[in-house]
């Protein structure tokens, strides 16, 4: 078994125009049949011209669903009935958003309910089995997943040995090694060179099309391993450890001994930047339509925290936010004013004297940050 691989990452996602263009041609059909299903023949011109305004919308909607579930970035790994979820959840969602904007917007958007029903059907078969067709016939380096092992115990010497003895998948590969400390060269039979060291792992990924970066180092995580494994994961690196991992590449329980030396999993998710910006407008969105209520409640917990304490009604605390950017916290006051005064910052604990008798109810109804 070859565990290195030379392929390139060029023309890696270039596929993507096309699957969304095939997605809107099967989106479109998808109406169509279920249109044609119910009415026991094709529609003609004039009901072809009808269904135009209600198809574009749904589909619209299920491509942009599927993209903000990354369906369109292929992942080989996964099962056919995983991948038909993946599929079924975007489709369904898109669907309650069409017949949503329907009946609040113009009846020209509307379709039937037998109709929305065969035609969601028939949507999701189809996404699925466009994923399932292009994950066969797209050349391999489009969809290849690309492995990076960091290395400061000598775990990823072992991840390997039962890799080499289990075989890796077809769409997988495993680039090199980076030692945290110059340390752990994996053998030369094992055909996996060390690609340099932590310190340049950001470049190294960049450079080797790294999709997916195993994080073989020891408990607790230095300072150096966390600030490159995060960077990574700023540059939509999937970041796992070695069990995830293993279990992710073989189908199977790990069996090298590291079982237990790790307390959380770093098994991370990443997002589309353009879908992480759409959310974003959302979230403004729902803010401003939610803000009415949300000031008056917020002006009733006001003045009943000026009535049962004295001190402001708000409590600001700096914390930490996205890319280690520090902000302005701000909540409701649910402590005595200068609670932390003596002890500087504590954790709140049950029945906490600290803790004003209006403050007990804002917190026992999540009321105190909103």
Not at 43 to 50: D, K, N, R
Not at 69 to 96: D, M, S
Not at 264 to 274: F, L
Request: with cysteine; charged share 20%.
């Amino acid at each position: 078994m070859g565990i290195t691989s030379t392929l390139s990452s060029h023309g890696r996602g270039c596929y993507q125009p096309y699957l969304l263009l095939v997605d809107i041609c099967c989106m479109m059909l998808a109406v169509l049949t279920a249109s044609a299903l119910v009415r026991n023949h094709l529609p003609e011109a004039a009901g072809v011209v009808q269904l135009v305004p209600g198809a574009a919308l749904l589909a619209l909607l299920w491509c942009l669903a599927l993209f903000l579930q990354g369906q369109y970035t292929l992942k080989p790994a996964r099962g056919k009935l995983v991948e038909l979820y993946c599929n079924f959840k975007p489709v369904f969602l898109g669907t309650l958003a069409g017949v949503g904007i329907g009946y609040l917007g113009h009846p020209v958007f509307l379709l039937s309910r037998t109709e929305y029903v065969i035609a969601t059907a028939v949507a999701i078969i189809l996404a699925w089995a466009v994923r399932l067709a292009a994950l066969e016939l797209l050349p391999r380096e489009h969809v290849a997943e690309r492995y990076l092992l960091v290395d400061g115990n000598g775990v990823a010497v072992s991840l390997l040995q039962d890799l080499r003895r289990t075989g890796l998948p077809s769409y997988a590969s495993i680039e090199g090694i980076v030692t945290v400390d110059g340390q752990h060269v994996p053998p030369a039979e094992l055909n996996c060179p060390v690609l340099g060291n932590v310190d340049n792992l950001e470049q190294i990924a960049a450079r080797h099309g790294i999709t997916h970066l195993i994080l073989c180092s020891p408990e607790p995580i230095s300072d150096d391993v966390l600030r490159a494994a995060v960077a990574c994961h700023e540059q939509r690196i999937t970041v796992l450890s070695p069990e995830p991992a293993y279990e992710r590449l073989t189908r199977r329980t790990p069996l090298f001994g590291i079982v237990g030396t790790y307390d959380h999993s770093w098994e991370s998710v990443s997002h589309s930047k353009y879908a992480t910006r759409l959310k974003r407008v959302g979230d403004v969105v729902v803010t401003l339509l939610v803000m009415p209520l949300a000031l008056l409640i917020i002006g009733v917990c006001a003045i009943l925290i000026k009535l049962f304490s004295p001190g402001p009604v708000f409590y600001r605390q700096k914390r930490v936010g996205k890319d280690g950017q520090l902000f302005d916290f701000t909540k409701l006051r649910t402590m005595v004013e200068d609670a932390e005064a003596k002890t500087g910052p504590v954790w709140a604990r049950e029945n906490d004297p600290r803790v004003t008798p209006i403050g007990g109810v804002l917190r026992r109804l999540r009321l105190d940050e909103i």
